[in-house]
């Protein structure tokens, strides 16, 4: 489409000329559906498979152009991330064979990638969040060097006007702040399209959103970021957030994030969708498009509509209307963007061939669906599903509140086998689909289940970092095995690979839940916490969390040596014996540097540091362990 620039570094006239353009493919499609233009009586599904590339440590590995050279498939392309790549499926008939194919040609495509990716020691995961991923892999050193991409991302910024804000919570919590649109590249979905007629759009298309929520309930596959526990589907709000441009406004201004489930049911059209979009969302990318849609109608031609599209990427609606042309015809689709990558592709598969059933009966029984459940609830349900998954209490039809689970097994999974047997889809099909559905919810294990079960079992086993990396490890295991995740055993620490794996670098082990003092406390406080968490250092930081000393367990035994903690009546502060400008290290650097440092300055702590602020710290009990791993392997060589 020619040059991408985001719209704050183009001129005011680049700004109206792609606005004009937009508009004038706005309008070319309205005529192409008064005219009977849009493509109808076939019905197609495709789907897209995003995923992340892992290295020999189980970590991101950001070699998405090298594997794209080697591989050489057009149905690969590059996603945000250069640790992301994307496979596109044919699009095929929904009908008899369809969803084996579309599992054949996943699995066609993947073992292509796992062949090329053995040659260069890299690894394809199905996940919707990387658990090994760390927020030092979100630079921009590691977004993807396209043009577009960096368009985006500059965008974003502008329109932010500062840094990027993240506020999860769920069993734990997360608080950070990042300067690029780098975490949605910890996103990765995979997505199904499905073709629809004119008239059919607005009813497909709400019905679509109904069920979202229970679909997703099934298929969670997310819970982790950052080795916290979050929602069961965490991609859903760390994408909302990615990408959310929004500034803080007045409480009574309502501003719609980027990333929507929308605010209102579709009555009539598509071009209701692409209107409230275009009404609610500035254009974030401007680009040289010499197309003029409405002269290409008047030609003869099928318009491409490129400003349309263009923009329709960069409002990211959980169900999003497509335009495209295949065959020369043109023709609409629904995106569902609401499922996550993996576990399996067959688990992936039985999602959609659960959505597809679902829209298929729905749509057939409800002439209106909005007739018979309010979009407030429709909505609801989406957030409950992603916090909760299959522990959701969903409203359904008729304002009837039921279980996640109970909903799925006893109301909708026959409406899907109903949906995928009118269309013709065989019974042993639709009964090998759906029958990963009904055994993963009534087993309640799903992707996200597996994973804060694994997670759950190793508690008290290793660090934090090789229980992440364990998780890969299995998931990537099992995952070749080709069985669905409800029949997969837990994952064990032992699979994390050993200390080559977790200790490489200072991140992968370096202590994050910390108790620290402030340099006016007393240090009675600091003696009183070292007894009871038997620690013997503990950092000083002020209120902004920047490290301004270290005190350690000898310093406070000589303190004592010499009469004690309170002089001339006063308790002595944390100021007074504290040692000032510790020597630090960062999380990126290497563990042999550390070792160094401690070596040659004789310390037994090393705080670490990001952007002048305490993130961690090591110690030298953090390298008992390996030593003895170490120790132990080197004997059994002898």
């Known amino acids: 489409m020619g040059e991408k ?3 704050g570094t183009a001129t005011g006239d680049e700004r109206r000329q792609f606005m004009r353009r937009l508009l004038g493919d706005l309008r070319a499609l309205e005529l192409m559906i008064e005219e009977g233009m849009i493509e109808s009586g076939i019905r197609r599904i495709g789907a897209e498979q995003e995923l992340f590339l892992v290295d020999a440590n189980w970590r991101p590995a950001p070699a998405a152009m090298e594997m794209l050279d080697a ?3 057009e149905h690969f392309t590059t996603e945000l991330g250069l640790f992301n790549l994307e496979a596109n ?10 969803l084996t194919a579309m599992e054949d ?5 993947l073992t292509k990638l796992r062949k090329v990716g053995e040659s260069q020691g890299i690894k394809h995961c199905l996940t919707g969040i990387l658990p090994t991923m760390r927020q030092s892999d979100l630079g921009l050193d590691n977004m993807t060097p396209m043009p577009r991409y960096h368009a985006l991302n500059n965008a974003m910024s502008e329109m932010r006007g500062g840094a990027y804000e993240f506020h999860i919570k769920g069993l734990d919590e997360l608080i950070l702040k990042h300067d690029t649109v780098m975490l949605e590249a910890c996103n990765a979905s995979f997505q199904v399209h499905f073709q629809v007629a004119v ?3 607005a009813n497909l298309y709400n019905v679509s959103q109904v069920v979202a929520a229970p679909v997703l309930a099934a298929a969670t596959n997310s819970p982790l970021l950052f080795g916290r526990q979050l929602w069961r589907e965490t991609r859903i709000a760390l994408f909302q957030q990615a990408v959310d441009t929004r500034s803080s406004t007045h409480h009574l201004r309502d501003r719609s994030p980027r990333v929507t489930f929308g605010t209102q049911w579709c009555r009539n059209s598509v071009l209701e969708v692409f209107q409230e979009d275009i009404s609610r969302f500035r254009a974030l990318v401007a680009s040289d498009i010499e197309d003029d849609s409405l002269q290409d109608l008047r030609e003869g031609r099928i318009p491409k509509l490129k400003a349309l599209r263009l923009h329709n990427g960069t409002v990211y609606r959980w169900n999003r209307a497509c335009y495209g042309i295949l065959n020369g015809k043109p023709h609409l689709r629904i995106e569902n963007r609401v499922l996550p990558s993996g576990p399996t592709v067959i688990d992936q598969v039985a999602n959609s061939a659960f959505w597809f059933g679902l829209i298929s009966a729905l749509s057939a029984r409800y002439g209106d669906i909005t007739q018979v459940i309010d979009f407030s609830d429709a909505a609801m349900n989406f957030t409950s599903a992603a916090r909760q998954g299959l522990g959701a209490q969903l409203t359904w039809l008729h304002g009837e509140v039921l279980p996640a689970t109970n909903l799925i097994c006893d109301k909708l999974m ?11 889809i065989p019974e042993d099909e639709v009964e090998r689909y759906l029958g990963i559905i009904d055994k993963r919810v009534s087993s309640h294990q799903t992707g996200s289940q597996w994973l804060v079960q694994s997670l759950g079992q190793m508690r008290g086993q290793g660090t934090k970092s090789e229980q992440l990396n364990a998780l890969v490890a299995a998931t990537i295991e099992r995952q070749n095995s080709g069985e669905p995740v409800h029949e997969w055993g837990p994952a064990k620490l032992k699979e994390a690979g050993g200390w080559k794996h977790n200790f490489l670098k200072v991140e992968q082990y370096m202590s994050t839940d910390l108790y620290t003092v402030h ?3 007393s240090l009675e406080l600091v003696a009183s916490l070292m007894e009871w968490e038997r620690i013997r250092h503990i950092p000083v930081e002020d209120h902004e969390q920047r490290l301004v000393g270290l005190i350690s367990y000898r310093a406070l035994l000589k303190l004592m040596a010499r009469g004690g903690t309170a002089q001339d009546g006063r308790q002595i502060p944390v100021s007074d014996v504290m040692r000032r400008n510790p020597h630090t290290i960062g999380p990126e650097a290497s563990t042999l540097e550390a070792i160094e440092l401690m070596r040659e300055h004789r310390i037994g702590c090393l705080p670490v540091v990001k952007d002048e602020r305490l993130v961690g710290v090591i110690t030298e009990w953090d390298f008992m362990n390996v030593s003895a791993e170490l120790l132990e392997q080197k004997l059994k060589e002898k």
């Open 71 to 73: 591989i050489d498939d």
């Open 105 to 109: 040609q996943l699995n066609e495509l």
């Open 519 to 521: 340099e006016d406390e």
């Open 89 to 98: 499926l044919d699009p095929c008939t929904f009908g008899a064979g369809c």
């Open 414 to 424: 026959p409406l899907a086998e109903e949906g995928l047997l009118k269309r013709g």
């Open 5 to 7: 620039k985001s719209l």
């Open 199 to 201: 008239d059919e759009f």
